[in-house]
């Protein structure tokens, strides 16, 4: 029902582009990041037996504010909450994130780390990498998410009714001999090709 | 608003029937052809078909609905239209984060204000409203927070939005306040007569586009549209709406040049939108009407039709 809430406010739609909304793949889904809506429209822009599935990646210091963030995160997304600042070894991210793997989850991640109000995406944390070269037999898909920004920018607390978009796009890996910046420069290019896809294209003709 | 008149209860009652009617021979002509064809090409067109129907169903119960309502809900329907639409145009219209508070009046403010005074008859305040003060607010409203970045692209979108999805479409629902002469308690019927001529010549263009469609009028921005397409769909829509003309305040003749202008205009509202949409770099406005794609697909032809019509309807017989 909050899902449908959410789809109802942010009219989003999803768009698989290059792969299909499966549940048979253990998959990392990486996104860029503009707004706080960005963590519950992903998730509602999922299938039902998907979105059973998935378990999305936040920040603590956000999502532990108020019993009802708190609340949200834990029971409804069923968040992995991490750590932004203060990083030891007893609070290591990359730790919970294994655990939610090792459970069978899919995770949904924001490698720029926080909220990005330019128009080009931020450099990725190597987070991605990690888990990237752990688990090579987990897919690693692309999401862009448009208009969250203007919905809900960074500061603001009035919604704006836009309709968001979500689109999934071509699983990437990392290949052989390929090191960290590299990785991540790729995986934040196939963020950014997703904006740029011209729905146009493809087909002329159809009515 | 008064009781209608015996005759005009007669007169709704056939224009529901005809309707109806319409709807039935597209569903079982819908349904035959699911049998006939075989191509996979005319498979996909005849699926298409259907489900547009289906949505047509709706559609008009909606719409059948909010008219029988009266006023308050036919402005209602508008003002949800209205809503969408926007949403939708807005939403494919790069804005600024300066502008995010503009948005949240035009959406929450200019929206229910503009049918407010529609839906209470207040005629002057609905055609100034939107084009004066709302038109003055928004531009000054941009300016606040001081970034001047684009500043008269972002703001002519934003306008331009504005008067297409809200101020000319609420011309619709506003005439039913129109106050003509031995004629009262039937604006109604004006109301279905602009909506089913529209939307009638929009299927049949389309119709005969299917039919005997051969040379494009304008490939670059809709490339459905055919010659073949938009005098058949042109001349037989205005041949029904014509038809009609015992349940409006026209004559014969007049009620043919309302049904002409208002495909014409319905013809060039369709082009216009298409023409924002590949300027964006999309297919459809939305996914909300299943086999139409979004509400400002739908009524793209309603958008320079519905102030025309009523200015035409107020100028010879109001």
Known sequence: MIAG?????????????????LTTHQRIYFANHTSNLDLPVIWASLPDDLRARVRPIAAQDYWERGPLRRW?????????LIARSGITAANNPLTAMEAALADGASL????EGTRNQDDELKPFKAGLWHLARK??????????????????PKGEVILIPLLAQVRFGAPIAVVEGEDKDRFLARARAAVAALAEIDELAPTEATP | MSLPAEGLVTDATWLTLGVLGLLLVATVVGGVLARVVTSEGARATVANLRERTRAWWWMCAIFGGALAGGAGWSALLFALVSFAALREMVSISPTRRADHRTLFWMFFVV?????????????????????????????IRSTLTGDHRDYLARVARLLFAQTICVYFISHAPALLALDIPGYAGGNATLLFFLVLVVQLSDVLQYVWGKLCGRHRIAPHLSPNKTWEGFVGGVVSATAVGAGLWWATP??????AGMALAITLMGFAGGIVMSAIKRDAGIKDYGDTIPGHGGIMDRIDSLCFAAPVFYHLVRFYVG
């Open chain 1, 5 to 21: 809430l959410i789809r109802l406010v942010t009219g989003v739609r999803a768009r698989w582009i290059g792969c299909e909304p």
């Open chain 1, 72 to 80: 949200l995160a834990h029971r409804v997304f069923r968040a992995v």
């Open chain 1, 108 to 111: 949904v991640i924001f490698p």
């Open chain 1, 135 to 152: 688990h090579p037999e987990i897919e690693l898909v692309p999401v862009h998410l448009e208009n969250l920004n203007r919905i809900l």
């Open chain 2, 111 to 139: 929206v229910p204000l503009q049918y407010v005074f529609v839906w209470i008859g207040w005629q002057g305040m609905a055609m100034v409203f939107i084009p004066v003060y709302a038109f003055c607010f928004v531009a």
């Open chain 2, 250 to 255: 026209f004559a014969p003749l007049q009620a």
